[in-house]
T-cell receptor, first 110, second 115 residues
Framework: EDKVVQSPLSLVVHEGDTVTLNCSYE??????LLWYKQEKKAPTFLFMLTSSGIEKKSGRLSSILDKKELFSILNITATQTGDSAVYLC??????????FGTGTSLTVIP | GAGVSQSPSNKVTEKGKDVELRCDPI?????LYWYRQRLGQGLEFLIYFQGNSAPDKSGLPSDRFSAERTGESVSTLTIQRTQQEDSAVYLCASSSLAGAYNEQFFGPGTRLTVL
């Protein structure tokens, strides 16, 4: 079964640290790679990546996709306590379906 | 503008009872998805609707699960004869169009607990 795998499963850092979250996928009708932040219940959209090597950036967050090696990373610089959340990665495929990883739980300690 | 809303926010039911969960998508969004998220797990696709096309039901885990949507409006997810393993958060998302290039907007979810 094709899978989206995220690592690490959980991470605890101090405010100001930089973190890198990983997401690997298996190419089966790949169309897009999406990142979401989930704090309570509703995931909120961060980035959609479709092309290799093009960095998407929003404030302290950035993400990039490597379609050759089949992975994406999400970087957060100068972390803040408000960054504490579960970060979900999803692969969008032909057929209009999205396959989610189990997420990385990030805790930022003051 | 209003986002995706879901009701109820929490539902506790006894094993064997039927439950109905509701999702109100963003106005004008033609695509609507249902997901299940068990504790500590990722989102598991259940079903999606695109306009008036036949829904993709390939993710429904058993015939106890069904969903309806009339046109581009409200959707209901029904679970019949609930089992304890149905306990999870049920998330609904809508997007302007179905497809892997279209961002999904999620509702706050319904937390279902089956005793």
């Amino acid at each position: 079964e094709d899978k989206v795998v995220q690592s690490p499963l959980s991470l605890v850092v101090h405010e100001g640290d930089t973190v890198t979250l990983n997401c690997s996928y298996e190419v089966t009708n790949f169309r897009s790679l999406l990142w979401y932040k989930q704090e309570k219940k509703a995931p909120t959209f961060l980035f959609m990546l479709t092309s290799s090597g093009i960095e998407k950036k929003s404030g302290r967050l950035s993400s990039i996709l490597d379609k050759k090696e089949l992975f994406s990373i999400l970087n957060i610089t100068a972390t803040q306590t408000g960054d504490s959340a579960v970060y979900l990665c999803a692969e969008g495929r032909a057929g209009n379906q999205f396959y989610f990883g189990t997420g990385t739980s990030l805790t930022v300690i003051p | 503008g209003a986002g995706v809303s879901q009701s109820p926010s929490n539902k506790v039911t006894e094993k064997g009872k039927d439950v109905e969960l509701r999702c109100d998508p963003i106005s004008g969004h033609t695509a609507l998805y249902w997901y299940r998220q068990r504790l500590g797990q990722g989102l598991e696709f259940l079903i999606y609707f695109q306009g008036n096309s036949a829904p993709d039901k390939s993710g429904l885990p058993s015939d106890r699960f069904s969903a309806e949507r009339t046109g581009e409006s409200v959707s209901t997810l029904t679970i019949q004869r609930t089992q304890q393993e149905d306990s999870a958060v049920y998330l609904c998302a809508s997007s302007s169009l179905a497809g892997a290039y279209n961002e999904q907007f999620f509702g706050p979810g319904t937390r279902l607990t089956v005793l």
